[in-house]
């Protein structure tokens, strides 16, 4: 079936998100930083504030567990926007041309913050580009969990079978597959244009 829809993730797709673009000004020794966020401020830790944890109680949480780290937990959102490197150009032009072409629906499905997310929303103007935004946090459900495949799609009257999603995440590609959703994993622009004409979008 022709695709009609293009559902993109946002961070490491179209922004560019590192945490160690943080804590390298933070930490001196690069192995007690990867330390720290592969065993304090783990992506598990911070994918429950994606799914609707508040920042101040992840930080209680963590601070009563390591209290020599404190002022580095307290700086991973308190310093959030440090993390982020701009824009990654050669997927926001692919968007750009679904926008100002109007040929296919773009839709955003993101796991983020939704203390956050505002931030993103003031700096990247591009993100007007999207009919609609489903943001992890403002739901209580994350990727790769197949309710949130469902409810971007019934909430956006979008048919899976005409729908292909992008996103850096294998596992989250996986769950929208799952769900009956075409998926590419994210790797890089030119890999995506590609994958997109291929499909007959581009």
């Keep these: 079936m022709k695709i009609d829809t293009v559902i993109f993730d946002l ?3 179209l922004i560019d998100w590192e945490p160690r673009r943080l804590f390298r000004k933070i930490f001196d020794d690069e192995e007690e930083m990867e330390y720290f966020l592969n065993n304090i401020c783990t992506p598990d830790w911070n994918v429950q504030q994606d799914k609707g944890r508040l920042i101040a109680d992840a930080n209680e949480l963590l601070i009563a567990q390591f209290p020599k780290y404190k ?3 307290e700086a991973f959102y308190g310093r959030w926007e440090e993390m982020l490197g701009g824009p990654i150009q050669p997927t926001v032009d692919i968007l750009t ?6 040929s296919h629906r773009i839709i955003a499905l993101t796991n983020w913050s939704a203390e956050t997310f505002p931030v993103a929303l003031r700096d990247y103007p591009f993100l007007q580009f999207f009919e609609g935004i489903l943001v992890s946090g403002d739901e209580g459900m994350i990727k790769p969990d197949l309710e949130i495949y469902d409810l971007v799609c019934k909430r956006y009257n979008i048919d899976p079978a005409t729908a292909v999603f992008i996103d850096d995440s294998l596992k989250n590609i996986k769950g929208c597959e799952a769900y009956g959703m075409k998926g590419i994993h994210f790797k890089s622009g030119e890999q995506l244009r590609k994958e997109l004409e291929s499909l007959g979008v581009l």
């Excluded at 041309?97 to 109007?102: I, N, V």
Aim: zero cysteines; a positive charge; charged letters at 25%.
């Design 97 to 102: 041309h679904l926008y100002q072409t109007k």
């Design 11 to 13: 961070g490491k797709v």
């Design 71 to 73: 002022d580095q937990i």
